[in-house]
C-alpha cells in the first residue's frame, strides 16, 4: 500500500475504473505486461474538460487532464492487480492532444501524467512516451492516453517453497547411493 499512501500524500483518491464505453475491457495482461485500455480523464462519464488545447481548453487545463487519465489508469492497474505495489514499472505512455492546429506542445501536456508516474514510482515512473495530437476524441475531451505497465511476478506461498525443498530431500534419500556399490 506504499503507492496509495504516496497518492494520498499528494492530495489525490484513487477513483473508480471509468466504464467502457464501446466493445474493450480495462485492461489485458500478458505475462508480465498489463496494457491499459485508453482513458480521457472522465469523472461520471464525462472528461474534466471539453475541447481542443491551444483554443477552449489551455495548456494548463490540459495538463490537469492528463493527470486525471493517469488517476484513472492508476485505478485500473489496481482492479487488474489487487495492489499498486505490484508495478514493477510504467514501461509506456501513449497520449493523445486534442489540438488546435497551431498547437505544437502536446508534450507539456501529456507531462501531467507522465509527472505523476514518476512522483510515485521514481525511476521506475519513468517511461517511454509518445505525444500526439489529434482528435476529436470521445465527448469531445482534451486529452486520451493509454499505457504499458510491467507487474512484478507473484509471491510464491513461503509452503511452496519448502514443500519442494522437502521434495528434492526425499528424493536424495531415495535414490541409491554410489558409495554402496563399492
Given at each position: 500500500m506504499r503507492i496509495e499512501a504516496k497518492l494520498k500524500e499528494m492530495g489525490h483518491a484513487l477513483p473508480s475504473v471509468p466504464a467502457a464505453v464501446a466493445s474493450y475491457i480495462p485492461s489485458v495482461r500478458v505475462g508480465d505486461l498489463l496494457f491499459l485500455a485508453g482513458t480521457t480523464g472522465?469523472?461520471?462519464g464525462r472528461p474534466p474538460f471539453q475541447g481542443r488545447v491551444g483554443a477552449e481548453v489551455t495548456v494548463e487545463q490540459g495538463r490537469e487532464a492528463a493527470c486525471r487519465c493517469g488517476l484513472n489508469?492508476?485505478?485500473?492497474?489496481?482492479a487488474a492487480l489487487g495492489d499498486l505495489d505490484r508495478v514493477e514499472r510504467i514501461v509506456r505512455l501513449i497520449g493523445y492532444v486534442h489540438s488546435a492546429p497551431?498547437?505544437?506542445n502536446q508534450p507539456a501536456v501529456i507531462n501531467g501524467e507522465s509527472d505523476l508516474y514518476i512522483a510515485l514510482w521514481g525511476e521506475k515512473g519513468r517511461h517511454a512516451r509518445a505525444a500526439l495530437g489529434g482528435g476529436p476524441f470521445y465527448a469531445n475531451a482534451p486529452v486520451e492516453t493509454e499505457v504499458i505497465v510491467q507487474?512484478?511476478?507473484?509471491?510464491?506461498?513461503?509452503?511452496a517453497?519448502?514443500?519442494r525443498g522437502a521434495k528434492a530431500r526425499a528424493a536424495r534419500k531415495a535414490a541409491p547411493s554410489r558409495r554402496r556399490g563399492r
Open positions: 472522465e469523472r461520471d489508469h492508476l485505478a485500473m492497474m489496481k497551431d498547437f505544437t507487474v512484478k511476478p507473484e509471491p510464491r506461498p513461503a509452503r517453497r519448502a514443500s
